[in-house]
């Protein structure tokens, strides 16, 4: 692949998905594209900062911000693959990611976000991995999809809802009232009473 084909097809992938998805908003996939896109810069930035502990001998934070790079890179290829352009298989790699459904996303940079902070706890880990973490958050939202109409809430939630494996007005009274306990435990106790003529339980 040439190199002018190369850059052809990574300036047009931003603006569209392999796979397509409307019922995602475009505030969310947008904004959640460009946090990723800061969070993974400043993800790598601090890691290297942290790096510097070696110098104090602080191991933890040296491991710590070599994975906090190491996350601020693998974001950083998936959402702006156009930062790597010399690297080979950065773009079949962000393919792969956007044929994806959005929880395997938000479960990965959700994941590479803690052990950074974990292993060096301060600002520049905090910043870093937490701008990932909210990338990873807003991934988790757009897979839960789009909300419901104010008009199919209301329906759901009324007592004569169509019953989902029928699709016949349900006339349980048990799919929308809880029972009363203290009925049941007058019930298991076998006693009742009668009160006006009628028998309660």
């Known amino acids: 692949m040439s190199f002018t084909e190369r850059l052809a097809g990574l300036m047009a992938r931003p603006g569209q998905d392999n796979v397509p998805r409307d019922d995602v908003p475009w505030h969310l996939k947008y904004g959640g594209r460009a946090v990723g896109i800061v969070g993974g810069f400043f993800a790598i930035l601090f890691g290297l900062y942290n790096c510097i502990g070696i110098l104090l001998g602080d191991i933890g934070c040296l491991v710590g911000g070599i994975l906090e790079i190491l996350a601020g890179f693998v974001v950083l290829a998936i959402e702006a693959p156009c930062c790597f352009i010399f690297i080979d298989h950065v773009q079949q790699i962000a393919e792969k ?94 006693g009742g009473s009668s009160v006006n003529g009628s028998f309660v339980r």
């Open 97 to 190: 990611a956007d044929q994806r459904p959005y929880w395997n996303r938000a479960a990965l940079y959700c994941a590479i976000a803690i052990p950074p902070v974990v292993l060096c706890f301060g600002l520049g880990s905090l910043f870093g991995c937490g701008l990932i973490f909210v990338t990873g958050m807003i991934y988790g939202m757009m897979s839960l999809g789009k909300k419901g109409t104010r008009e199919d809430m209301a329906a759901m939630a009324s007592p004569n809802a169509m019953s989902p494996v029928q699709g016949v007005p349900s006339t349980d009274q048990h799919s929308t009232l809880m029972e009363d306990p203290d009925s049941v435990v007058c019930g298991n106790a076998g």
